[in-house]
């Protein structure tokens, strides 16, 4: 780690931040003077409901009642009930606009261009909102959608939530094993999906993984299929139950979108857990919670402005994608890609961010080592002249990564590593516009967000590996698990460990500048010798050696105690030579310390990772272990799994 930043805002920049209007406005109606982000972080806690009341009224939140109350239950951790009283709807605060300005974009890795305007957009939703009433849709139901990052894909959604219905959605490349563990539990009334979809360069048809669906699961009643690989009439045609979304919508005409009133909890969508131990948990998260947190995290912390264009790589599969839909709230455009980030070049993404004017840029850590390791840098062959941030997030992002945004992409740009996740389809820790960006750390805790890290006797630690944990009750909490009556699962999964407070399953630490380091996920760390380390300080030095594209580390229980075993996966014509071995043990060791130095270093041909594109040191675990893996349908490449077996290294 360094004093020195990678970039600091200017104070044009800093000056004309959303954040600065916020204050503004808080100091108009209650008198109390913010200056700078730290200290709108320590009011956003210390006055919670004046902050959630200015966020709800700064942000011109629709409702029918607001109601008086902004969190009935402050010092309760779950359940705090947030404006217990309200009556909204999520997707009127989405349907913000109807002009003819553009609401989205889409492109295909394929050459597939569409726009859609914002008026576009009201008469798409009005559109399936009436065919779903049709079919029998209505509050509560469950409609699920195999999809790929597509303008009907976000009209789906909010046809759903427009009427009260609950959505859930998974991205194309799922298995039929991995969709059956997921819809299987909800009982969706309806299934939306695509004709097919592209992939590095190929194209998949769905007709014989949706047929083979939808005969297991009785609840669905119709399949409405849309055209995205030219063959919609064909598949609704062969599918039980199918219905092409053109012959659906045909004859309807579009008005003014109907948007049924709720509770602040009333279930949004459901999202899920990633399923690499077992069946996936259904998390349920409500109207109100999410629109709120992110409303914060895209306008206050991410500075999203009206006209903005924001872009997040992502599938339907992801959270990500649940959270880039609510840039329409903040009045942005968003830009839909589908398809490899590589396919047909490194260059594809880039193209569309100079293109298009991108202002923010959303990717994995992962992505963006890739790309640092093609040799491809974007900053010698365009200008990206709109783009202000470059967001990073699914798993921590190495000092090597933020040097490459600067020295790579562009020089006067925010580089926003964010880490959350699923359970709170949103960020515990992120980027604000007005701090320095340091190598490898992430710039603070998100606005109301009481992200802390403590030791393992439940005392807060600086400067020290722990547990992250929020404090604070926030809005976005999981309204409850499905199938969970009693919320035993739900209480086991955040709040067993530290009584009334949420313990997220990350190794984290906090750091000198106040930013936060991610060290990787709890249940991951290594305990050799009764010592916690994270697989990420692992990663970060051996993965900065040019030879090695990405390694894996576990903990193998050996003769009493636990030694570190790591994977590598090399270049094309690179072996594991002993010169090789001594540098990467070498960097390990200087870099981090020597306890993190593996036992046994071991290359492998593929290293297996979730659909959302995470490397998964537990189910390798297990299989090093002879233990079998609960639900390999959740991993993109469930085969490489087949790599880590009875491995004769591991056996001495």
């Known amino acids: 780690m360094t004093d020195q930043p990678l970039w600091t805002p200017s104070p044009a920049r800093r000056a004309s931040a959303n954040l600065r209007a916020f204050e503004a406005f808080v100091k108009g109606r209650s008198g109390v003077p913010l200056s700078g982000f730290r200290e709108v972080q320590a009011w956003s806690l210390s006055a919670a409901p004046a902050f959630w009341d200015a966020v709800w009224d700064f942000c011109k939140v629709r409702a029918s009642v607001k109601g008086r109350t902004v969190i009935a239950h402050p010092g309760r951790m779950p359940h705090a009930g947030f404006f217990p009283e309200a009556r909204l709807n999520y997707a009127e605060n989405i349907l913000i606009k109807s002009d003819d300005a553009p609401a989205l974009i889409f492109r295909s890795e394929n050459g597939q261009r569409s726009e859609l305007s914002w008026r576009a957009l009201n008469e798409q939703v009005s559109l399936l909102q009436q065919a779903l009433v049709r079919l029998g849709v209505g509050k509560g139901d469950r409609v699920c959608a195999v999809v790929p990052n597509h303008p009907v894909s976000i009209i789906g959604l909010l046809a759903c939530a427009s009427l009260g219905a609950i959505w859930s959605s998974c991205s194309p490349d799922f298995g039929e094993r991995g969709i059956l563990d997921r819809f299987g539990q909800i009982e969706p009334k309806v299934l939306l999906c695509c004709d097919g979809y592209f992939y590095g360069g190929k194209t998949f048809m769905m007709t014989e993984k949706i047929t083979a669906v939808v005969r297991q699961i009785a609840s669905i009643s119709k399949v409405i299929v849309f055209d995205y690989a030219g063959n919609a009439d064909a598949v609704a045609a062969a599918v039980p139950s199918g219905i092409s979304l053109a012959a659906l919508t045909r004859g309807t005409v579009a008005k003014p979108v109907s948007f049924t009133q709720l509770p602040f909890e009333h279930p949004l969508y459901i999202l899920y857990s990633s399923g690499t131990t ?312 200087e870099g981090a310390s020597p306890r993190h130095v593996p036992a046994k270093i071991i290359a492998v041909a593929d290293i297996p990772r979730t659909k959302s594109g995470k490397i998964t040191e537990l189910a390798v675990r297990e299989v090093v272990h002879g233990r079998p893996v609960k639900n390999k349908e959740a991993l993109a490449n469930p085969d490489a799994l087949d790599l880590y077996a009875n491995l004769p290294e591991l056996q001495a």
């Open 278 to 589: 077992g069946v996936p948990k259904c998390i349920v998260h409500g109207h109100g919670g999410i629109l709120l947190k992110h409303l914060v995290e895209h306008v206050l912390n991410s500075d999203v402005k009206p006209g903005d264009r924001v872009f997040y790589f992502s599938t339907c599969g992801w959270m990500m994608w649940n959270w880039l839909v609510s840039g329409l709230a903040a009045g942005a455009t968003l830009l839909l890609f589908d398809g490899s980030p590589f396919h047909p070049a490194e260059r594809v993404l880039w193209d569309y961010a100079e293109e298009e004017g991108m202002s923010h840029f959303g990717t994995s850590a992962k992505y963006i080592d890739s790309l640092r390791k093609s040799g491809f840098r974007p900053k010698d062959h365009m200008a990206l002249a709109k783009l202000r941030s470059v967001m990073s997030t699914g798993s921590p992002l190495s000092e090597e990564g933020f040097a490459f945004i600067y020295e790579g992409v562009k020089d006067d740009v925010q580089l926003a590593s964010i880490s959350g996740g699923t359970d709170i389809c949103g960020c515990f820790v992120g980027g604000n516009p007005d701090e320095p960006v340091y190598a490898g750390e992430i710039q603070g805790a998100m606005l109301g967000t009481a992200a802390d890290v403590f030791d393992d006797q439940g005392h807060p630690v600086r400067g020290e590996k722990g547990e992250l944990v929020c404090t604070h009750p926030f809005p976005s909490m999981p309204v409850m698990f499905w199938n969970d009556p009693a919320g035993e699962k739900f209480h086991n999964a955040y709040f067993a460990r530290f009584a009334g407070l949420w313990c997220h399953g990350d190794f984290a630490e906090i750091t000198a500048h106040g930013g936060m380091i991610i060290h990787g996920r709890s249940d991951a760390t290594l305990n050799p010798g009764g010592v916690r380390i994270g697989t990420a300080e692992i990663y970060a030095q051996v993965e900065r050696i040019p030879e090695v594209l990405e390694a894996l580390a576990i903990g193998q229980d050996w003769q009493g105690d636990v030694r570190v075993v790591m994977f590598v996966r090399l270049a094309a014509g690179v072996s594991l030579s002993d010169d090789l071995l001594a540098r990467m043990k070498k960097a390990i060791r």
